[in-house]
Nanobody, 123 residues
Framework: QVQLVESGGGLVQAGGSLRLSCAASGRTFSTYPMAWFHQAPGKEREFVAAVTRSGGRTYYADSVKGRFTISRDNAQNTVYLQMNSLKPEDTAVYYC????????????????WGQGTQVTVSS
């Protein structure tokens, strides 16, 4: 079992930046591929970014490439999402997720989910 707690969301103007953090419990964090998803009101949850166990490879949705950066610190059991050049369409609840084994980074399955953190981008 692993518990995930997101933080760092908030209200920001278009063009601004936010850094989300996801703290994980447990001593096996470094064995989990990690990802960020988001869900806007009335829409399905969508993939945003993922990172391999070591942090050596990253994957992004086309809509965030060049603007968002996912990273992880296995010593701190934390995964981050640096979001730059934010747009109103980035407004959503952002969730981090962990997969207990090798998975399709874009679609999962991801077994463990955090409670989410709200990101609101004003125009």
């Amino acid at each position: 079992q692993v518990q995930l707690v997101e933080s760092g969301g908030g209200l920001v103007q278009a063009g601004g930046s936010l850094r989300l953090s996801c703290a994980a419990s447990g001593r096996t964090f470094s064995t989990y591929p990690m990802a960020w998803f988001h869900q806007a009101p009335g829409k399905e949850r969508e993939f945003v970014a993922a990172v391999t166990r070591s942090g050596g490879r990253t994957y992004y949705a086309d809509s965030v490439k060049g603007r968002f950066t996912i990273s992880r610190d296995n010593a701190q059991n934390t995964v981050y999402l640096q979001m730059n050049s934010l747009k109103p369409e980035d407004t959503a609840v952002y969730y981090c997720a962990a997969a207990p084994k090798t998975t399709n980074y874009y679609s999962g399955p991801y077994t463990y989910w955090g409670q989410g953190t709200q990101v609101t981008v004003s125009s």
